[in-house]
């Protein structure tokens, strides 16, 4: 589906087909949209994304331990799907909330089987021998724009629409049919959530 399309669909979809609410030069169709494409990317599991979103950093120099983590990754360190070392070993990527773990000398990290976390805009790397990472991640998606196409897959389009629907229901004063359109739109990515986990 195009972003036209969606914009359509979302006319349909909040009963004013006819741009007698939302005009498109207005503006606000295609600012619900890019509202609805961040908050499904935010809320998707990482699985969904990293067809379409999926990047790998060129290789980041580490020093003592310690890299700066990359920009433009779509919720921070939520967004991290996996680290791999210069030498070309995956690790494994430790919650702050669990990080006494690599107390643990069987969890502490070597270089066949590397360790990470992140705190502050860091990414902590243990062996702090390792001299390099290369970081595989979700980027943020793409601003839509009039005549293009969403980066996400099309399979996700129709509920970005419903989010979409949900802004505008607010922005008319409708809260109840608001409340609906969210209800629907969070149900849906629950459920595909829970089909990834």
């Known amino acids: ?7 359509d669909l979302l006319a349909l ?16 169709k295609l600012d619900a949209l890019n509202d609805a494409n961040m908050d499904v990317a935010l809320l998707l599991h990482n699985s969904y994304l990293s067809n379409e979103l999926g990047q790998i950093s060129s290789e ?37 909330a669990n990080l006494k773990i690599v107390n643990n000398t069987l969890y502490s990290g070597s270089i066949d089987d590397p360790v990470f976390y992140v705190l502050g805009g860091k990414i902590y790397v243990s062996p702090n021998t390792v001299t390099g990472i290369y970081v595989l991640s979700i980027k943020i998606p793409d601003d839509l724009v009039s005549g293009g196409t969403p980066e996400i897959n099309e399979g996700y389009h129709r509920l970005i629409v419903r989010m979409a629907s949900g802004y505008l ?24 959530n829970k089909k990834a986990a």
Not at 1 to 7: G, H, N, P, Q
Not at 173 to 191: H, M, V
């Open 60 to 96: 980041i120099t580490v020093t003592s331990g310690i890299a700066t983590m990359p920009t433009g990754i779509l919720g921070g360190a939520s967004g991290l799907v996996n680290i791999r070392t210069s030498e070309g070993k995956y690790g494994d990527i430790i919650p702050v």
């Open 169 to 192: 229901f607010q922005s008319d004063n409708k809260q109840s049919r608001a409340d609906i359109a969210f209800a629907i739109g969070y149900r849906k990515i629950e459920l595909l």
């Open 13 to 28: 979809w909040v009963e004013d087909s006819s741009e007698t609410k939302f005009t498109a030069t207005s503006g606000i």
């Open 1 to 7: 589906m195009t972003v036209d399309e969606m914009e």
